[in-house]
């Protein structure tokens, strides 16, 4: 006990799919710690600016992925490699890691083949379909429901929706509905 202090380190990795710049201008980050987190900023385009890493990484997430799910050794057809360089993973690595998870979890063989990732890729987008699709009509009942309450009245819509007035104009030629004072 004779006061010495024990120096630790502390190692922070943040990713972000914003430039935290665009997020400190905004207000949307305290600027002190913005101050620490951009002192050693790592540039990285979104994985569908970077077909060439797609096969690289699709092959270390697998080969984790076999481990994690009891299937090491688990490997990758080189027409799955083929398609999966073709994608445009708007979802960037996250949704690559979560179509590997899927057909190292579900298919029994070996070795992935192309017709069990054309299978999951398909139900991955159905399912897109349908929550933009939900999203669409919860996005409409939103907005009629602020004009309504509103009486029409654009601006205390869009103060009610947390969007400017131009948004409201946008979000209503984008659902088809006429602003008029009878909401």
Excluded: C
């Amino acid at each position: 006990a004779g006061g010495r202090i024990e120096s630790s380190q502390l190692r922070v990795l943040a990713s972000v799919s914003r430039p935290l710049g665009m997020a400190l201008d905004e207000g949307r980050i305290y600027p002190a710690l913005a101050g620490w987190v951009l002192r050693f900023e790592i540039l990285l385009p979104p994985l569908r600016e970077r077909p060439e890493d797609r096969p690289v990484l699709a092959r270390a997430l697998a080969e984790r992925l076999g481990q994690s799910l009891g299937r090491p050794g688990v490997r990758l057809a080189p027409g799955v490699i083929q398609r999966l360089r073709q994608e445009h993973w708007p979802g960037n690595v996250r949704e690559l890691a979560g179509i590997l998870e899927k057909l190292i979890a579900f298919s029994p063989a070996k070795e992935i083949r192309l017709g069990e990732l054309v299978e999951i890729l398909a139900e991955v987008k159905e399912s897109v379909a349908r929550i933009r699709e939900r999203q669409g009509i919860i996005e409409r009942q939103t907005l009629i429901e602020a004009l309504r309450s509103t009486g029409g009245n654009v601006t205390r819509a869009a103060e009610r929706l947390g969007r400017s007035r131009a948004a409201v104009y946008r979000l209503a030629e984008k659902h088809g509905l006429p602003l008029r004072r009878e909401y």
